[in-house]
């Protein structure tokens, strides 16, 4: 049984028919391309950008401090997850498709399925805001992706605007809140991987190190080179 809370308001409910009016009138190549970038394509990029992101923190002063970010990324997203759970259950919001059959949908499946909070909104916007506490540039970025994803799931016609800012808040909260906590843990966790075998995954090695080791073993070689020659007798003595 829904909750008041399916009683969309009528901005809710104009915004979603105004942004899904846009599927209606484009053509259908577009449709599924929005499709797909609404259900993959901006998780994929949100996912190369995460390993940028690694790369580049493998090779600031605090690399460990910086991947602990990083690491704080998919388990802030897993836990808001699972905080949406209770949250998708206790308000039982029908998509906007089943109480309002006017509505082009453009993905299939998801008639069963709980409408607030959007769970593609809250993926998103968590990683953008637990990625900006690491590299704002790429904060940024993941940003507009977050909000471009809202603005799929509204024209493909599956999520309410309050679902995707329900899940943007939720995002919100669950990274900033928890992020003191998890960076107290995952700290430490990385400082001491960082003195493990699998120290490349947290600081990238030296360029210049092997040039430089290279570079004083033949330093050490002339170095003995030359105190042999000065333990020879000088060729005065030799000819004598």
């Given at each position: 049984?829904?909750?008041?809370?399916?009683?969309?308001?009528?901005?809710?409910?104009?915004?979603?028919?105004?942004?899904?009016?846009?599927?209606?009138?484009?053509?259908?190549?577009?449709?599924?391309?929005?499709?797909?970038?609404?259900?993959?394509?901006?998780?994929?990029?949100?996912?190369?950008?995460?390993?940028?992101?690694?790369?580049?923190?493998?090779?600031?002063?605090?690399?460990?401090?910086?991947?602990?970010?990083l690491l704080?990324?998919?388990?802030?997203?897993?836990?808001?997850?699972?905080?949406?759970?209770?949250?998708?259950?206790?308000?039982?919001?029908?998509?906007?498709?089943?109480?309002?059959?006017?509505?082009?949908?453009l993905?299939?499946?998801?008639?069963?399925?709980?409408?607030?909070?959007?769970?593609?909104?809250?993926?998103?916007?968590?990683?953008?805001?637990?990625?900006?506490?690491?590299?704002?540039?790429?904060?940024?970025?993941?940003?507009?992706?977050?909000?471009?994803?809202?603005?799929?799931?509204?024209?493909?016609?599956?999520?309410?605007?309050?679902?995707?800012?329900?899940?943007?808040?939720?995002?919100?909260?669950?990274?900033?809140?928890?992020?003191?906590?998890?960076?107290?843990?995952?700290?430490?966790?990385?400082?001491?991987?960082?003195?493990?075998?699998?120290a490349?995954?947290?600081?990238?090695?030296?360029?210049?190190?092997?040039?430089v080791?290279?570079?004083?073993?033949?330093?050490?070689?002339?170095?003995?080179?030359?105190?042999?020659?000065?333990?020879?007798?000088?060729?005065?003595?030799?000819a004598?």
């Amino acid at each position: 049984m829904s909750t008041p809370l399916a009683d969309t308001t009528n901005p809710d409910l104009g915004l979603l028919y105004a942004v899904n009016g846009l599927a209606k009138r484009s053509p259908q190549w577009l449709d599924h391309l929005v499709s797909w970038i609404g259900e993959y394509g901006i998780l994929i990029g949100l996912a190369m950008l995460g390993l940028v992101a690694w790369l580049q923190a493998r090779r600031r002063p605090d690399a460990p401090v910086a991947v602990a970010g990083l690491l704080w990324v998919p388990l802030s997203v897993g836990i808001a997850e699972l905080a949406n759970l209770p949250i998708a259950a206790i308000v039982d919001r029908p998509r906007p498709f089943v109480d309002h059959p006017g509505l082009l949908v453009l993905v299939d499946g998801k008639a069963g399925t709980h409408s607030f909070v959007s769970d593609h909104s809250t993926m998103t916007m968590g990683v953008a805001v637990a990625l900006f506490l690491v590299n704002r540039r790429l904060g940024w970025i993941a940003g507009g992706l977050a909000l471009l994803q809202g603005f799929c799931r509204m024209f493909m016609g599956v999520h309410y605007p309050t679902d995707v800012i329900g899940g943007f808040a939720l995002a919100v909260a669950v990274v900033l809140l928890l992020a003191p906590i998890a960076m107290a843990v995952l700290v430490p966790f990385c400082h001491a991987l960082s003195r493990t075998a699998v120290a490349p995954l947290i600081r990238a090695p030296e360029r210049g190190g092997a040039a430089v080791a290279g570079n004083g073993r033949r330093g050490r070689r002339r170095g003995r080179g030359a105190v042999r020659a000065e333990e020879q007798p000088p060729e005065s003595d030799l000819a004598a």
